[in-house]
């Protein structure tokens, strides 16, 4: 039995179009996880609530001249979740590493942004990666609440356990000062909200090229408080 058949459930299917596994280009994953989230709990009901609109949602793409019925995609349904989140990201290591075995470009829908380690982990045998998120927060604490693995701690889990060539973040606009010291410590490049606002998109667009231009595969992650 594959991992896929063991930690997985059918759900609701992406834009309503669906190629078989074998012929799709992307698979999607849900990851209905929001166990460390504080402040306010609810992403675990996002992979449903994404493929509802999605379905709602004209196919055609005038910006990205892009139809989503001619896109390869194959839905796979949501991971199975543990009470115990060290058992879930194990789980959606195993599911990722999968889907990049058969040579799929793998697609996951959220959940709180913790799923993010468990499916770096995966790509880790991949050489000179980087990982890429948009997210108003660093998310570099060592701990917070007495949690080590969490939505405030992941980015520097990963950077200890992974080690990616590089990591950059996004859109930064809430840190707390212990992150800022481990970002210089460590070498993690960022690119605050404030100077997008400041400065334009286009410079922010070119230091990314220039961060990224000797690097060979690129792990991209979204915490829509991006958009805030």
Do not use: W
């Amino acid at each position: 039995m594959s991992y896929l058949e063991l930690y997985v459930s059918p759900s609701l299917v992406f834009s309503g179009f669906q190629k078989s596994f074998e012929e799709a280009d992307y698979v999607v994953l849900g990851v209905p996880f929001d166990n460390t989230s504080t402040y306010r709990t609810g992403a675990r009901f996002a992979p449903t609530a994404i493929r509802e609109a999605s379905l709602n949602i004209e196919t055609y793409s005038f910006r990205t001249d892009l139809d989503v019925e001619k896109l390869k995609i194959h839905d796979v349904g949501n991971l199975e979740i543990s009470a115990n989140t060290d058992e879930t990201l194990k789980r959606l290591e195993l599911v990722a590493n999968e889907i990049l075995e058969a040579r799929k470009i793998p697609v996951f829908i959220g959940g709180e942004h913790t799923i993010t380690l468990g499916i770096v982990k995966a790509f880790k045998k991949l050489e000179n990666l980087a990982v890429v998120s948009f997210d108003a927060h660093l998310d570099l604490r060592d701990e917070y609440l007495d949690i080590k693995t969490s939505h405030t701690t992941f980015m520097r889990r990963i950077n200890e356990q992974i080690k990616p060539k590089t990591i950059i973040e996004v859109g930064t606009r809430a840190v707390c000062r212990e992150e800022l010291e481990y970002a210089e410590k460590a070498g993690i490049k960022f690119i605050t909200s404030l100077q997008i606002l400041k400065e334009g998109i286009e410079p922010a667009k070119e230091k990314l090229r220039e961060l990224l231009a000797e690097i060979q595969n690129v792990y991209l992650t979204i915490d829509l408080d991006v958009l805030d």
